[in-house]
């Protein structure tokens, strides 16, 4: 006996069906593990919005507070109020645009789980013929 076992088709069809099971559920980790990622970034660019959107109520508070003041002894107190508020107004902006930028860079499409899945079916479809 040579040692070769040969197995029938039902057999080698039922491996091939298992291995595309075991690769489905990867790619459903993958893309698990890819969607917490994206998430983990869109909490990131909120944190930053909410950042800036926060300092920019306290700062538009302080300083128009303070910067009315000041510059109330040069021009009248309404448009001293006006430069205030538009400086502070200014800076969260700044702070907003910064992280409305890093929410842009979500990519929903999980670009790694697609290529994989890409392969997996290249892959599959000679064993099947």
Wanted: avoid cysteine.
């Amino acid at each position: 006996m040579s040692g070769v076992v040969e197995r029938s088709i039902g057999a080698v069809l039922g491996d091939i069906a298992g291995n595309v099971r075991e690769m489905v559920r990867a790619e459903i980790r993958l893309a698990k593990l890819e969607a917490a990622t994206q998430v983990t970034t869109a909490v990131r660019g909120a944190a930053f919005v909410a950042a800036g959107g926060g300092v920019a109520l306290v700062a538009l508070t302080f300083i128009a507070i303070a910067g009315m003041y000041a510059l109330a002894t040069v021009v009248a107190l309404w448009i001293a109020a006006l430069i205030v508020a538009g400086t502070a107004a200014l800076i969260g902006g700044v702070l907003i645009a910064a992280g409305l930028k890093q929410m842009h860079k979500i990519n929903l499409a999980l670009p790694k789980t697609v290529a994989t899945i890409k392969e997996d079916i290249q892959w599959a479809k000679p064993s099947t013929r």
